[in-house]
């Protein structure tokens, strides 16, 4: 089978940093993606990993494990604009991508 | 085009009606995929169509629903005999290579 579990929602605070983790069960494995959906709007690519590791991008880092089906997103000097649902995805080998439920991000002032 | 444009952006539609949704991929990427969302909650995988292969359909939840793709550009999402739970955002996304670019979404109502 295939699950993504992620926590339903998260409250960090402006200027702190916030880890938004995931794991995953997948029937195969072709890369971790995470997507950053504002209510109302598309999700928009923010990562990618297939090899373990950490992959920095400005203030946003993801990690994956592959032998523990975990990765994690870290959201650095947090903005009010960072407020919105971080969706983690597993594409497999059939190339299709697995979201899992979001996490809800609330950055309080 | 720009981006993966999809239309209508809304439909209101009675129960009963079949409904047809179009996407338009951005040029050139050869997958494209339509996912469901439904009010608070996560993206539902309903099908995927990469080049000339036959589409993964195992996300359709009904045989009320089909999609067609000509070639590797536009992509149509049909609806027969629309229901009340059919009501969600349907989402399309195109992609060439890693990540998935998704459209704006045809937010669907069933009344």
């Known amino acids: 089978g295939q699950n993504i579990d992620q926590p339903t929602e998260m409250t960090a605070t402006e200027g702190a940093i916030v880890q938004i983790n995931c794991t995953y069960q997948t029937s195969g494995f072709n890369g971790l993606f995470w997507y950053q959906q504002h209510a109302g709007e598309a999700p928009t690519f923010l990562s990618y990993?297939?090899?373990?590791g950490l992959e920095e991008k400005g203030r946003f880092s993801s990690f994956l494990s592959r032998s523990k089906g975990y990765s994690y997103l870290l959201l650095k000097e947090l903005q009010m604009k960072d407020s919105a649902s971080y969706l983690c995805a597993v594409r497999n080998y059939g190339q299709n991508f697995v979201f899992g439920p979001g996490t809800r991000l609330s950055v309080l002032p | 085009g720009a981006g993966v444009s999809q239309s209508p952006s809304n439909k209101v539609t009675e129960k009963g009606k079949d409904v047809e949704l179009r996407c338009d991929p951005i040029s050139g990427h050869t997958a494209l995929y339509w996912y469901r969302q439904r009010l608070g909650q996560g993206l539902e995988f309903l099908i995927y169509?990469?080049?000339?292969?036959?589409?993964?359909k195992s996300g359709l939840p009904s045989d009320r629903f089909s999609a067609e793709r000509t070639g590797e550009s536009v992509s149509t999402l049909t609806i027969q005999r629309t229901q009340q739970e059919d009501s969600a955002v349907y989402l399309c996304a195109s992609s060439l290579d890693h990540e998935a670019f998704f459209g704006q979404g045809t937010r669907l109502t069933v009344v």
């Open positions: 169509f990469q080049g000339n292969s036959a589409p993964d």
């Open positions: 990993n297939v090899l373990d």
